[in-house]
Structure formats: structure tokens, C-alpha cells
């Protein structure tokens, strides 16, 4: 994993710029072969002291997630960049974009093997795709 970063500081206000990349060993979201996954990308955050006296001028809502505190002498930078992997993993991680995936009937991998189970499962759905027709 490469993190970049770019700390600066003015009185009590630290903002980090940073630039990851890294690779996450996943499965396949659909065959659950193993796949790793390259990640990556700019973030930057605002860190103010957790015990703040201005309350009133900084709102820390939801809508300024980028800002966030530290408390006492030093920044835990770890945990920022384990929040910027966690944001940056895909929810849906396929090893590839044409991936069959399993046969959701028999559970046999598409890619290297085949079975006879589509063809009933492609008349489920289109049976289904009848239904909603007629019901409109
Ligand atoms: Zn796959
Ligand atoms: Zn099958």
C-alpha cells in the first residue's frame, strides 16, 4: 500500500492532503473466486482539536464529513487511511466484468464449467416478465 501525504498546520486547524493506492484481496461477488482489487484515490481532510471552544462558528454536521478531530499532540493518521480504504473498497467486487458467476440452481462455476439449469432459470423469468404485464 502507497500512501502520499501532505500535512500542514496552522494553529490548531491540520489539513491533510493524501493520495493512496493500494490492493484489497476479495472474492469475486459473484463466482467467490478470490480477486484482488486495486484501489485508490485523493482524499483530504480537516482536522480540528476534539475539544473545540469555537463551537458556534464550526457546525460538525453530516455535511462536512471531511472534518474531524484529534485530540492531544498528535494525529492518528492510521485511522484516517483505514477510513479511506474502507470508503474506497466496491461494494460488488467481480474478478472480471463478464463474469458468469454460479449457477444459482446447481452452484457450478459459468466460467469453466456449464450446466443445464439456465434454460429453466431464463423461463422463470420470463414467466415472471409475463405476469407483470398482464397485471399492468
Ligand atoms: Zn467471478
Ligand atoms: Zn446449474
Known sequence: MDVDCLITK???TVFIKGKLSAIIK???SRCLEDVSVPIGGNFAYTLIPAKAE???DVELTAEEPEISHYQGDFIDLTSIICEQIILQIPIKTPC???CKGLCPRCGIN???SSCNCHLAVVDNRMAVL???KVKN
Open 10 to 12: 496552522t494553529s490548531t
Open 26 to 28: 476479495s472474492y469475486c
Open 54 to 56: 469555537t463551537r458556534e
Open 96 to 98: 472480471r466484468e463478464e
Open 110 to 112: 459459468l466460467n469453466t
Open 130 to 132: 409475463k405476469k407483470i
